[in-house]
């Protein structure tokens, strides 16, 4: 029998009920509960000046389960999620085999069946992610994928990304694009005036742009939906705004480090700040920050990808891109609320409602009778950001020495508390 819950005095945050205000919030069941029912024993949990928000969604990570599991596994990555204020992440399938058929989608969800945040499987768009041929998508909508991406790869033929469109329309799955010109992208960071100062081959913001330019163009042709992942410069970000005034079905997310970080970060051939795309120019951060707040981006995501010092340690060239995101994304996007960038709304919105709605999951709100997904935020504590604070069991992050305020103290997952510092 699960525990029935109380949480008083916080102010709770419901974009998609239009709530916010000072009040209390009922679990009983695991679901949310209109008033206090008659039930035995219930559990207080005191939020006073905290924020009582929909579980946070995180529509973008590498769980690295199958194949790698030394970098990361589900039940690791999802201590991670719940530790960063995530009641759901949506893992990519650039796995080991690639998640492109039933076995390996039903397998992510058994493994995933008491961890501590809920996995939702992306399929691969393609076999194998190699580009040649569709996946099945009625079979893996059916084993529980919610989104096709080859993410880590871009879908290089445009044909096939027109079909992939066209059929993944078909069972309801979101198509996600890595948009990159790959012809453009054997750099390894920025290309700018840092890369030629350090010696380094660079990445042009084309790389990015010139495929967003063409998904844009295959959504606007079709009809259909497409999302665009990880946005990382002021020409797509244009690009993209430009395509909503237009009333093309495109969505788009950007992350933490990409409203925070520039290619400076790479200064001294700081392998935590190799990612792809790479960390851009002030610039493009300035443009993404106003994405951000203009309505151009729809979610956060974190990109979180987790990588062992076997791939981190060694000359920047050969490094292994990206970073770990979990535990510092709400942390980094509550800066931007402190900033006047975005308000408390907004905020839910990138991180819970609209990924959620991408998704097409049923989440994102504190509805009366919805399962009981719940975060619960401390806009004021202060905390410094160290190794050995990392839950995630790689340590490859940019962040690491930071002190930041503001994060997740309790996280709560179909009225099971996965993560707790109220306690």
Same mark, same amino acid.
């Given at each position: ?6 949480? *008083? ?33 219930? &559990?207080?949990?005191?939020?006073? !000046? %905290? ?32 530790? @960063? ?5 949506? %893992? ?16 992510? $969800? ?33 084993? !529980? ?21 066209? =059929?993944?329309?078909?069972?309801? $799955? ?49 009809? *259909? ?18 395509? *909503? ?23 001294? =051939? ?14 493009? &951060? ?16 974190? /990109? ?27 942390? $980094? ?46 806009? /004021? ?13 790689? *340590? ?9 305020? @503001? ?17």
């Amino acid at each position: 029998m699960s525990t029935n819950y109380l949480i *008083k005095n916080g102010r709770i945050i419901d974009p998609k009920n239009s709530r916010d205000e000072l009040g209390d919030l009922f679990i009983v069941n695991g679901r949310i509960a209109g008033t206090r029912e008659a039930v035995g024993n219930i &559990r207080e949990i005191d939020a006073d !000046g %905290c924020w009582v928000v929909p579980g946070l969604i995180d529509m973008h990570v590498h769980l690295r389960e199958p194949g790698e599991e030394y970098k990361e596994d589900i039940v690791s990555g999802t201590r991670a999620a719940a530790a @960063g204020g995530f009641t759901g992440v949506a %893992c990519m399938p650039n796995t080991r085999p690639v998640n492109d058929n039933r076995a390996v989608t039903a397998m992510i $969800l058994e493994l995933a069946a008491s961890a501590s945040a809920r996995v939702y499987p992306v399929a691969a768009v393609s076999k194998g992610s190699l580009g040649k041929s569709l996946a099945e998508y009625g079979e893996l909508r059916e084993a !529980g994928a919610v989104a096709v991406s080859d993410d880590g790869l871009p879908v290089q033929d445009s044909q096939l990304m027109r079909r992939a469109l066209e =059929y993944a329309g078909d069972f309801d $799955l979101t198509v996600i694009s890595h948009s990159e010109e790959p012809s453009l992208s054997s750099g390894s960071m920025n290309e700018g005036e840092v890369s030629t100062r350090l010696g380094l081959k660079g990445i042009p913001t084309a790389a990015e742009s010139i495929m967003v330019y063409r998904e844009i163009a295959l959504a606007e042709y079709t009809g *259909k939906p497409v999302h665009i992942a990880h946005v990382s410069t002021a020409m797509s970000t244009d690009l993209i705004r430009s395509a *909503k005034k237009r009333g093309v079905r495109v969505t788009a997310e950007t992350t933490p480090h990409y409203f925070t970080l520039t290619e400076e970060a790479v200064e001294g =051939y700081n392998t935590n700040a190799k990612m792809n795309p790479p960390l851009r120019t002030e610039e493009d &951060r300035q443009a993404i920050r106003q994405g951000l707040a203009d309505g151009t981006f729809d979610a956060v995501a974190t /990109d979180h990808a987790p990588h062992s010092i076997l791939e981190k340690e060694v000359e920047f060239d050969a490094a292994a891109n990206g970073i770990i995101g979990l535990e510092t994304s709400l942390p $980094l996007a509550l800066a931007l609320v402190r900033d006047g960038l975005l308000d408390e709304q907004r905020l839910v919105e990138l991180m819970s409602v609209n990924p959620a709605a991408i998704l097409g999951l049923d989440a994102g709100s504190l509805s009366v009778g919805t399962e009981a997904d719940i975060t619960i935020i401390n806009p /004021d504590l202060q905390f410094h950001y160290t190794e050995d604070q990392v839950v995630s069991k790689s *340590k490859n992050s940019p962040f690491l020495g930071w002190k930041f305020q @503001g994060r997740a103290v309790l996280t709560m997952v179909g009225g099971r508390i996965t993560h707790n510092l109220l306690a």
